[in-house]
């Protein structure tokens, strides 16, 4: 029994009171309605292609399927006409005078199965976006015939909602001919920054560089730029502003280096060669493809952010859309083409869905695997290439441990006598001199003296010399248990160390004490290289937290002064260090003098001095010298 309390009703709503917010919010940037008015033309086109190829549609010349874009300044107009499928007085009242009634979702209901659909072209999904046009004209008049014939239609709006259609309407303009559609725009005084021939090519150039459609740039303003021909030369003939035949829908087989290369410098104006690109292709169950570039990166600081275009159908709609890139892919540069890529209104953003989530984790798979395959197929090729794909590499390890587990065994380290060595490559050569610790250095030259000291061992050093390599190494410590990373300056390699105890000398360990401070430990060992009277070291753990605080003050506009824990190897194997034990005892004021002498020698071998420690410096050699 009916529930006499319950009433039921379909929602209406008054186009005066939509169109306000159509103009003014249904899209982020108002030059997103050329975009929206030549995807409609394009879509006219591919329907009428479809009916061709179905049978549907017969007797039909379509090599001459085209769209144009005329900007008129004098008569304020840019008009879009495409010879696609048109329109019927009855048609256009049911997609034209409704609003968000698709006539593209019908067609692909009506011709289409569910597994051709995605791969029809066809761009319109919501039937809202041939009322963009309305953002920036007051008046937008379609003039359109149906393919079948029948007489050629008016239909012209105001910006309020109120339209009326003419039958029989004489086209004296010439804007169809024989079949299709153009939509004329009266450009309001909010719209009038595309009434220049420049914008509009710009707008074009950003999201239609690549529909299946030929589309034709015309000026027929007076002042319009018009090429003249040569005397005795036919002129020149237009040619489309766009590519139809992009490279990613290509196959990877058909496709050369060069023509690679050019899609890089053409799409994404960087005159340098890529690194390498990858082709992807991925059918069923997700159904996309696009090409990704690795870009050259002279320097961390240069572009940690690339530019991932993403397509629709050969649309343009976005650039770095991170839910479908990883954030730390998004360094790359490329274009991916998803024509089941779950869109709101506007095409501007992504609805949440498990589609994106896998092509996300296709992409990531697929760099991972392109990366190990220059590793182990050319790896002399693959070492020319480590200093430009190191930033990308490590700060995708640092952001996706899944990411690190795929490429860790492609990770190189730079070693400072020449040459790359990895991880596991220099763990099995230093299982003997020190096992499980990586020396390193960060500064070839301002570090020399200690990788020399290492190197005369037989120790490996290799180069870490980027911001990002601090990070980087705290991670492969965390995922390898036991293993340690040391700078050259943080402590005495074993190896560089004589066996037995060092002899004591008192005398000269307590006059460094006084010349260092409280903040440095003074200890005596001897070494094998006699010709080094001390080294300066820096605990490793407490250089990397002031190097983190120094980066955090750096972004707060900070000053940090964290202690480090500094320790001053004497050598007791150093014949300057013997005498100097001698001479601290029969005349302090030169043993000092010495000492001073051979502290600031070990501070200028681990660091910059400071302008106090500079002058100071300079000033105790003077004077040094002055007695000899």
Known sequence: MANENIRSGGISVEIEHIFPIIKKWLYSEKEIFLREIVSNACDAVTKLRRLSSLGEAKDLDLDGSKIRVILNKDEKTITVTDNGIGMT?????????????????????????????????????????????????????????????????????????????????????????????????????????????????????????????????????????????????????????????????????DITEEEYKDFYHKVF??????????????????????????????????????????????????DNIKEVIPEYLLMLKGVLDCPEMP????????????????????????????????????????????????????YGCLRDRKFHDKVKDSVLFEKCGGGFVTLSEYLESAKEKHENKIYYATDKTSQAQYISLLEAEGIEVVL????????????????????????VDAEVASAMKNEGDAPEMNAA????KKIAGEHVTVEVQTLKDASIPAILTVAEESRRMDDMMKMYAMQDGGMTNFPLESKLILNAASPLIGKLEITAESDSDKAEMIAKQIYALSLLSQRKLSAEELTKFLGDSYELLSRI
């Open 89 to 253: 007085e009855e048609e256009l009242q049911k997609y034209i005078c409704q609003i968000a009634l698709s006539g593209a979702l019908d067609f692909v209901q009506k011709y289409e199965n569910a597994d051709t659909a995605a791969e029809s072209g066809i761009i319109g999904h919501f039937g809202l976006g041939f009322y963009s046009s309305f953002m920036v004209s007051d008046t937008v008049d379609v003039i359109t015939r149906s393919y079948t014939g029948g007489p050629l239609i008016k239909w012209s709006c105001s910006e309020a909602g109120e339209y009326e259609i003419t039958t029989d309407y004489e086209d004296e303009d010439g804007l169809v001919d024989g079949r299709g559609t153009a939509v004329v725009m009266h450009i309001s005084e909010e719209g009038e920054e595309y009434l220049s021939a420049s914008r509009l090519k710009e707008v074009l150039d950003k999201y239609c560089a690549f529909m299946p459609v030929e589309i034709y740039f015309e000026d027929e303003s007076a002042d319009a730029d018009k090429p003249e021909a040569k005397e005795g030369e036919e002129p020149e003939a237009p040619k489309p502003i766009n590519d139809t035949d992009p490279l990613w829908l290509r196959q990877p087989s």
């Open 269 to 318: 104006r960087d005159y340098r060669d890529p690194l390498f690109y990858i082709h992807l292709r991925a059918d069923y169950p997700l159904n996309f493809k696009g090409i990704l570039y690795f870009p050259r990166i002279t320097n961390e600081y240069e572009s940690l952010e690339g530019q991932v275009k993403l397509f629709y159908n050969q649309v343009f709609v976005a």
């Open 343 to 394: 869109l709101n209104v506007s095409r501007s953003y992504l609805q949440n869905s498990g589609y994106v989530t896998k092509i996300s984790a296709h992409i990531t798979k697929k760099v991972a695997d392109k990366i190990n395959s220059l590793f182990s197929t050319d790896r002399e090729a693959y070492e020319k290439l480590w200093r430009d794909l190191k930033t990308f590499v490590e």
């Open 464 to 487: 870490l010399d980027r911001v990002l390599d601090t990070q980087f190494i705290s991670m492969v410590e965390s995922v390898n248990s036991g293993v340690k990373f040391a700078r």
């Open 509 to 512: 360990a307590e006059l460094f």
